[in-house]
């Protein structure tokens, strides 16, 4: 930033703290981040349909052959983009604000709020089977992070702006600003309290108002509900429920196995090709895998099965509705190895509107199922539609408040609450307590670094390792005499414990100045007696790289320690002493819940 830049922003600075307040000032950010979360998520909308648009007009006309080859197109651009322009990695978008959030008090990269813009499109407009609405939030989360830090907010306001960012992103994409704020709070897990509440409401109206400017009053789903709730038909709304469940435990399990076996390929130019040919056979078998998949879900909301299935090998067959059932079920299954293996290959875009799709397919099957079977019921199947959204997301991001809420809003109407209830408890309790982790969290939960609506483990997430460690103590090595010990150890420290530690600076164990206190006057032991003899293991040792703070906790929980040693690169580096863990604690916990 130029010194005039910088001194008309020191200047706006010390006019702001003399005119608004800052509880004023974060209402005032919020507006401005719902908007820019606007403009990124219609930006990212009207980029993706240009290349598709292009993709499929008589400029380029292609047939379904041509599935194998666009797809590896995509997202050889996109490895080129990444390898020679922004010559980084690509990160998830939610895991990766869920780790500013834990880890980096809020504090994301600037390229993370233009690199969605570039590689979503990208990825989503030649085939890959990924959404758009997870690069609108981490794009929209970019931003909130820089203006966060350009107006020197604190850690908790740079949080709260992101959950803005967030909240604005699904405002607009949806027209929902309930499910927008509700998102925000349970994925997340910002408190929901009258200090969070108007700037997530503000980015909410912000953001919808920004999109209805450009877009106009389009909508993703134009749906009303016209058969009600019937409560004879709780029984099939609890099998759809069961039904999401496992369909969300599939769809996260195969999403950590396909990862699994991509990882074998050294080379990203592998990965690529193989998940680019994978992708393209799928296509051309599957054509609603193409993309997003939303004209698939707004065909099956209209009834119009055949139109949302698309031409396929298997058209001369779509006359018995039990064939339309399989290849509606096909999706289901399908559409989660689709949107993995764009991910895998190298694809970037977001997993929110794949949940929704394979939902819709798995509800719609489901009642087409019920209504088939010869029973006498007649389900609407419009309605399961909905319902299989509700319970995928529900089940899959272990989001069942956002569920209700999105789908509640997307039909302007609340008929189905009861069943959007029923389904989305039913498929969340299940999916919850068979796999602990999302998508999202998984690698966060596995490190202990998951921020949750839990404070006391958010406060211990929040805490960071290093300044509680402390590195004034005296080390000794094995081979010291115990005068040698006293001398330049004992009467030089303030400490009463000593490190042993060997040749190339490993912790072999500690000495404590209460097991030498009966013997450290008698000097005919001063020559005799060596630090060998004297030194004990000691209970536990925190490891610097792996351990976080809740670790540590546990580790003085279990061993009954007040002090233990930090081993660094396999090198003793320090220790950490329960007193000082628990005053860091408490300070924090005071900060957080201010």
Known sequence: MSTKKKSLLHRFLIWRYRNITNKNFILILSVLIGVLAGLVSVLLKNSTHLIQAVLESDLISWQNSLYFIIPVIGLLIVYLFTKFVFKRDIEAAIPLILH??????????????????????????????????????????SISSSISTLFHMNSKTRILLIGCA??????????????????????????????????????????????????????????????????????????????????????????????????????????????GIAIGIMLYFIPPLYGEGLGFINNLLRGDHITALGTTPFDDFTNNIWVVIGLLFGI???????????????????????????????????????????????????????????????????????????????????????????????????????????????????????????????????????????????????????????????????RNIFPVINETEELIGIVLLDDIRDIMFDTSLYETTTVEMLMKQTPDIIRYEKDSVKRVMKKFQDTGAWNLPVVKDKKYYGFISKSKLLTAYRRKLINFTR
């Not at 709020?113 to 609405?133: D, K, N």
């Not at 609340?414 to 408890?425: D, N, Q």
């Open 100 to 141: 500013a959030l834990s880890k980096r008090n809020g504090v994301i990269a600037s390229i993370h709020g233009y690199l969605p813009l570039i590689l979503a499109p990208i990825t989503v407009g030649f085939g890959g089977s990924v959404g758009l609405l997870g690069p609108a939030v981490s794009s929209g989360s």
């Open 166 to 275: 967030a909240a604005g992103a699904i405002s607009a994409v949806f027209k929902s600003p309930l499910a927008g704020l509700v998102f925000a709070v349970e994925v997340f897990s910002l408190d929901l309290t009258l200090t969070s509440l108007l700037p997530l409401l503000l980015a909410s109206v912000s953001s919808i108002i920004t999109s209805y400017l450009f877009l106009g009053d389009e909508v993703l789903f134009r749906f009303n509900v016209i058969e009600k709730f019937e409560l004879t038909n709780i029984p099939f709304y609890i099998i759809l429920g069961i039904g999401t469940a496992i369909a969300s435990i599939y769809f996260t399990k195969m999403y950590f196995q396909i990862f699994k076996f991509f990882n074998r390929f050294s080379k990203k130019i592998y990965k690529l090709l193989i998940g």
């Open 332 to 494: 289901t299954i399908f559409k989660a190895i689709a949107m993995t293996t764009t991910f895998a290959a190298g694809g970037y875009g977001g997993i929110f509107i794949p949940t929704m799709v394979m939902g819709s397919a798995l509800g719609n099957v489901v009642a087409k199922v019920i209504n088939n079977l010869g029973f006498g019921v007649q389900l609407s199947e419009s309605n399961f539609t909905l319902l299989g959204m509700a319970g995928l997301i529900a089940g899959v991001l272990h989001a069942p408040l956002t569920s209700i809420f999105l789908i509640a809003e997307i039909t302007s109407s609340y008929e189905l609450f009861v069943p959007l209830m029923i389904t989305s408890a039913i498929s969340f309790i299940i999916s919850k307590n068979s796999i602990d982790y999302t998508i999202y969290t998984r690698e966060l939960s596995e490190k202990g670094e998951l921020i949750t609506h839990n404070k006391d483990e958010t406060v211990l997430t929040l805490l960071k390792i290093d300044p509680i460690i402390e590195t004034n103590f005296a080390t000794i090595y094995p081979h010291n005499t115990l005068k040698e010990l006293l001398h330049n150890a004992v009467a030089k420290s303030s």
